[in-house]
Nanobody, 126 residues
Framework: QVQLVESGGGLVQAGGSLRLSCAAS????????MAWFRQAPGKEREFVGG??????????LYGDSVKGRFTISRDVAKNTMYLQMNSLKPEDTAVYYC?????????????????WGQGTQVTVSS
């Protein structure tokens, strides 16, 4: 089964950027539908965005709160998924998790994802 490890979190000022990485081992990312979720203190885990591959092409889906600011991509050679976060806001502060699922399509429902990383903290100061 695939193992996922996130990295790249940290402290950044509002308006700044960060890039998170999700390195996979034990399986190829292209065999899974992948997603990023985040969870702020006292809040439910929230869908950030997801990516799937079909016919050699990547298809992405984003949550409304990050659309236009965050971008998901992957590096096939490194078997790694990325989350580029621009124009960060204090409300983006959360622990960010990557997740993987089999089956059909990307889903915003966290319960459909079988595999999770341990999370990486992102803190955006105002």
């Amino acid at each position: 089964q695939v193992q996922l490890v996130e990295s790249g979190g940290g402290l950044v000022q509002a308006g700044g950027s960060l890039r998170l990485s999700c390195a996979a081992s034990g399986g190829l990312l292209s065999n899974y539908h992948m997603a990023w979720f985040r969870q702020a203190p006292g809040k439910e885990r929230e869908f950030v965005g997801g990516i799937r591959w079909s016919g050699g092409k990547a298809y992405t889906l984003y949550g409304d709160s990050v659309k236009g600011r965050f971008t998901i991509s992957r590096d096939v050679a490194k078997n790694t998924m990325y989350l580029q976060m621009n124009s960060l806001k204090p409300e983006d502060t959360a622990v960010y998790y990557c997740a993987a699922k089999l089956g059909v399509g990307v889903s915003a429902d966290m319960n459909q994802y079988e595999y999770w990383g341990q999370g990486t903290q992102v803190t955006v100061s105002s």
